[in-house]
T-cell receptor
Framework: AQKITQTQPGMFVQEKEAVTLDCTYDTSDPSYGLFWYKQPSSGEMIFLIYQGSYDQQNATEGRYSLNFQKARKSANLVISASQLGDSAMYFCAMRGSSYKLIFGSGTRLLVRP | NAGVTQTPKFQVLKTGQSMTLQCAQDMNHEYMSWYRQDPGMGLRLIHYSVGAGITDQGEVPNGYNVSRSTTEDFPLRLLSAAPSQTSVYFC??????????????FGEGSRLTVL
């Protein structure tokens, strides 16, 4: 069975600083994908970044990077140079060999000016 | 670009009533799915489909039915609504094949209240 755990219900960060959002996962599938989504207060789901289990390098997309530690089964999202618009819910998700994409419970990030 | 379209956006039901949440996508995506989002629970998968005529259960399927008669449409049916089904419902789709990039495209959500 697949499981995604996000242990930080809420986080604060000062504008322009970096922040790390934690995500751990559990799966017995040898091949899997890890995703991060952002949900602003308006409610839509926005895809941020993807990491494949066999990718040699950590994924990066602009100010977002994924700190993938396979042995520790962690896939933390790092946001550099935080902006006020980064205040939102952030969800980690995983897809294994099945078609299903399973989400964690989310972390609410608040960026302080 | 329409993307994934959900209707209705808001609905209030009485306990025991039935209703259908509609979902349509115009991207020719094979995979479609329904999630519910409750406060503090993240998104939980209800049902999903990998193509017309093929559906399967997710994490929380009880109380919901789905069908997939066309590639474009994936309606979610509540046969006898219960207050526990009060939630925000998201439909999402993606293209299959290739690597597991599998980015999901979400609809805007449907807020359902069951009294």
């Amino acid at each position: 069975a697949q499981k995604i755990t996000q242990t930080q219900p809420g986080m604060f960060v000062q504008e322009k600083e970096a922040v790390t959002l934690d995500c751990t996962y559990d799966t017995s599938d040898p091949s899997y994908g890890l995703f991060w989504y952002k949900q602003p207060s308006s409610g839509e789901m926005i895809f941020l970044i993807y990491q494949g289990s066999y990718d040699q390098q950590n994924a990066t997309e602009g100010r977002y990077s994924l700190n993938f530690q396979k042995a520790r089964k962690s896939a933390n999202l790092v946001i550099s140079a935080s902006q006020l618009g980064d205040s939102a819910m952030y969800f980690c998700a995983m897809r294994g060999s099945s078609y299903k994409l399973i989400f964690g419970s989310g972390t609410r990030l608040l960026v302080r000016p | 670009n329409a993307g994934v379209t959900q209707t209705p956006k808001f609905q209030v039901l009485k306990t025991g009533q039935s209703m259908t949440l509609q979902c349509a996508q115009d991207m020719n995506h094979e995979y479609m799915s329904w999630y519910r989002q409750d406060p503090g629970m993240g998104l939980r998968l209800i049902h999903y489909s990998v193509g017309a005529g093929i559906t399967d259960q997710g994490e929380v399927p009880n109380g919901y039915n789905v069908s997939r008669s066309t590639t474009e449409d994936f309606p979610l049916r509540l046969l006898s609504a219960a207050p526990s089904q009060t939630s925000v419902y998201f439909c999402a789709s993606r293209k299959e094949g290739g690597r597991y990039t599998g980015e999901l495209f979400f609809g805007e959500g449907s807020r359902l209240t069951v009294l």
